[in-house]
């Protein structure tokens, strides 16, 4: 990377002085110089700042990968660059590891809550479906859906979670993820729960009350088998009486039956039972959409 000392600037991140001036930025091959605007995240260890930046009237996040792994998302990148879907990197910095997405403002997190018609809530979903199902066929899995990884231009973003699993193999030793929206298992991939996780506790809890039944509960635990998490989940299950009872998905009366099946079928806790991501585009809640 070729830095244009000349161009150096100072922004304000949280009413402060950052520790260094902000540099200019040449990506290669292309030549592109990204003009860095400010932080837009401060994330620990080596892959360091998230940057906003603009270049060729164009608006761009700067993000960094580990090193060791920039090659691999390059060659990813460029085998899903065909798919309208998936928002893949535009650009690429080798000399800091570093990729260049377009910049978007808008997610799903936000816009989910707007006053949204339900056609247009069904493309969204849709779309996003099939931004899943352009990775799934490549045997890429996406360790990192949540609302604010897809974008309202594009769909799957954010792929420096994401991971090649041939469908022979599963990611296991690992929470992949955000605590918050991980399924059940990929919680169980990683270690026990430590201290001061309460939270953790509470999610778990909310997931199992909402998407679980005695089957399916059965279903997941012997999918985990000797895990230690066998205990947790099933000292949480044995949490819910008649005073505090679970709140199935499926039983909920003010929602539309066709979509409750889509999301019972999609939100199963034992992965045994889960419907494929086609399986979810051929659901006929989406019949009536082009």
Known sequence: MAVNEGSWRHVAVN????????????????????LVERILQERP?????????????????????????????????????SSPYVRVADGAIPDKSMFAYKYFKDHLLAFAQEDVPVPLVKRLLRDSLRGIASL???????????????????????????????????????QVGNWMWRSPEAHAS????GEGEEKLVIVLERQLSYFSGLESLVGLLDYLGDSPWVQIFTVIAEGFDKKHPRAPFALCKDVDPEFRDLVVKMTNIDPKRWITVHEALGHHWFADID
Do not use: C
């Open 136 to 174: 799934h066929g490549k045997n890429i899995v996406h360790t990192d859906i949540k609302p604010n990884n897809i974008m309202l231009d594009w769909d799957v973003a954010d792929l420096d979670d994401a991971a090649n699993v041939p469908d022979d193999a599963a990611i296991i030793g690992r």
């Open 45 to 81: 260890g080596p892959l360091g700042r998230v940057y906003l930046a603009s270049g060729d009237s164009q608006q761009y996040v700067l993000k960094s990968v580990m090193q060791n792994d920039f090659t691999y998302f390059q060659y990813l990148y460029k085998d899903l660059q």
């Open 15 to 34: 009413g402060r002085q950052p520790p260094s001036p902000l540099p200019t930025v040449y990506g290669r091959p292309s030549g592109r110089r990204y």
């Open 190 to 193: 990683g270690p026990e729960l």
